[in-house]
């Protein structure tokens, strides 16, 4: 029997946060070792174009993107791992869905609306049809199961609606695809902890796996604590999640006690945090300068990546372009 087909991507718009890790990689990473699946996870360059990244940046960080997830665990003999960009079939589903979706289902799409809010200079028309180019990242592996937070589950919606509008015009193919839905801890900016940790806050607001332990100790001792008002605060909150995902049982509980108690010492949860948080990614620093270090090896797993995804892709669009005909 085949096993459920789960795909995801993320951007490669920057370094990956404490905040991807919890939110996204470090599941991803548990449900390719369940061996349950079969695994597709892409560097989704094709849809960091609607940002406002430069050329130089962009190449830079697919790569830096590229060795971060293989560090963090991404193990390219058990999941498809690849650049959205190398595989045809993307971009041409992108389109074919493009011309079956009503301007008026993309519009209400809360993110667009936010997005845009975001970069009010530039917005372009894929920020509105992002939602479909993503449809078309699933359906063209068929795609069974996508992880995803209560954020997104409007965009899996418009997938499966995609794929229904085009089934209903063309013929019955693509079939439904389910969200994974994973308790997913949201983590809060260091300095502005009532909004979510986003590198689109600035440097401050998060931490990098990639960060070296000091910058952490440095980071994390700027943190906004209880300045709204003693216990129950967002910015301790914060810090007392992370300590659980990262550090030692004991401490975290001993820490939520003194906090009950009145007791706590800031500084200290603070030290504890940063000493956890440079110990769980002592390896990954590690892996990542490899990687980064060894072009060709890193080029060499993308590309086998990008070969096997390419012919799940073809069989795809073979068939695609049978029922539209324009084969
Ligand atoms: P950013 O907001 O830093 O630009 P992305 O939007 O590229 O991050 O998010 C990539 C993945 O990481 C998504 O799956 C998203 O849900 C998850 N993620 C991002 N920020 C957080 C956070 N603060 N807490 C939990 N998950 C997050």
Redesign the pocket.
């Known amino acids: 029997m085949s096993k459920p087909v789960i795909i995801s991507g993320?951007?490669p718009?920057?370094n990956l946060?404490i905040?991807?890790y919890?939110?996204?990689v470090k599941n991803w990473v548990e449900l390719q070792n369940s061996g349950q699946y079969e695994m597709y996870i892409f560097i989704a360059d094709l849809h960091s174009l609607t940002g406002m990244q430069s050329a130089e940046e962009r190449r830079k960080q697919i790569k830096t993107t590229a060795a971060e997830l293989l560090a963090a665990g991404i193990d390219p003999k058990k999941t498809t791992f690849f650049v959205q960009s190398e595989v045809d079939g993307h971009t041409e589903l992108g389109w074919i869905f493009n011309t079956v979706t009503h301007v008026s289902e993309l519009e209400r799409m809360t993110q667009f609306k936010d997005k845009s809010a975001h970069q009010e200079k530039n917005i372009n028309a894929g920020l509105l049809t992002y939602p479909i180019l993503q449809a078309a990242d699933i359906l063209l592996y068929k795609g069974q199961l996508v992880p995803i937070?209560q954020?997104?589950i409007q965009h899996l919606e418009l997938t499966n609606d995609i794929g229904r509008w085009f089934n209903n015009r063309y013929g019955e193919f693509f079939g439904e695809v389910k969200p994974l839905l994973t308790k997913?801890?949201?983590?809060?900016s260091l300095l502005e902890p009532t909004k979510?940790?986003?590198?689109?806050l600035g440097q401050g607001h998060?931490v990098e796996l990639a960060d070296e332990p000091e910058t952490i100790e440095t980071k994390l001792k700027k943190a906004v604590t209880a300045t709204e008002g003693g216990a129950g605060a967002p910015g301790v909150q914060n810090l007392l999640l992370l300590l659980k995902e990262f550090g030692d049982a004991k401490l975290h509980v001993k820490f939520v006690d003194d906090e009950k108690n009145g007791t706590i010492r800031y500084g200290d949860l603070k030290t504890a945090l940063a000493d956890a948080i440079s110990k769980t990614f002592a390896d990954f620093r590690k892996k990542r300068a490899e990687y980064l270090a060894d072009e060709k090896k890193l080029q060499k797993v993308l590309k086998a990546g990008a070969d096997n995804a390419q012919k799940v892709a073809d069989k795809t669009m073979t068939e695609v372009r049978k029922l539209v005909g324009i084969k």
């Open positions: 993320i951007q718009t920057g946060h905040g991807n919890l939110g996204a937070g954020d997104q997913i801890p949201k983590v809060m979510k940790m986003s590198k689109s998060v």
